[in-house]
């Protein structure tokens, strides 16, 4: 079975992450290749696209895809400007137009998605979730993931603060509400707030670079430090859940 993926990539590690884990397209391919079920003949290929550059699959590449994958993004999926506004059309348009494309939206392609399906996103009022979180699952969520209970990476201070028309909801925190949604029928679109592309190396990074630059304060960094070890589902469970979303069975 062969699964065609494009990755949209909404923002990029840097300095020592990047020399030490590479840029998205790399993360997103170990990420996918790990999470592949054990003794599974499927294989993949990941097409990178750089939405900050305004780079997208043509019209007649986009019916090739399994699926649009939606990275994460230091960016705000708020924010007026040409590459977030263009994404948002972008997506609206395959939703509508490619029912047979899936759409997976990571973190910031989580509000991406939420904006662009009738939902909106905002700033969660200064407070960061950063680390392994566990989340509290829907029976929905319980349904897709196949446990009770999910640890999930999380690196984000913007929310989708409800759940959009045609969503379902997936979990949550005491934080923010909406930590993941689907819409129905064999799952079309399916998004999560966390991150589990992510390792612990790199969260342990992104926390050591943001801290010392101001951007996460001191308790929140102390407080996913605290929690650095914590179980994290991300390849495990929220990885093999997307591949079967995607007819790979585990």
Known sequence: MSVSLALLICGSLTGKLYAE?????????????SSLPNGSDAHFTL???????????????VGTYDAIVLTGSAASAYENVEWVNKLIAYIRHIAESK????????????QIIGRALGGECVPNGGRWEVGPIPLDLTDLGKQVFGIKS???????????????????????????MNQGMATLKDI?????QGHPEF???????????RASSGVIDAEAAADAKRRQFWQNDG????GKAIWGILGVPA
Do not use: W
Not at 21 to 33: C, E, N
Not at 188 to 192: D, L, N, W, Y
Not at 235 to 238: A, D, I, L
């Open 235 to 238: 390849v495990p469970v929220v």
């Open 47 to 61: 097409d990178p696209y750089d939405v900050q550059k305004l780079q997208y699959p043509s019209d007649d590449q």
């Open 188 to 192: 079309h679109i399916f998004t999560v």
């Open 150 to 176: 999910l640890n999930i990476q999380e690196m984000h201070r913007d929310h989708v603060p409800a759940v959009p028309p045609t969503f379902y909801l997936l979990g949550s925190t005491p934080l923010s």
């Open 21 to 33: 884990h590479g840029d998205y397209s790399a993360v997103f391919t170990r990420f996918f290749q």
């Open 99 to 110: 029912p047979h494309v899936k759409l997976i939206g990571i973190c910031f392609g989580h």
């Open 199 to 209: 390792t612990q190396p790199i969260v342990d990074g992104l926390v050591e670079q």
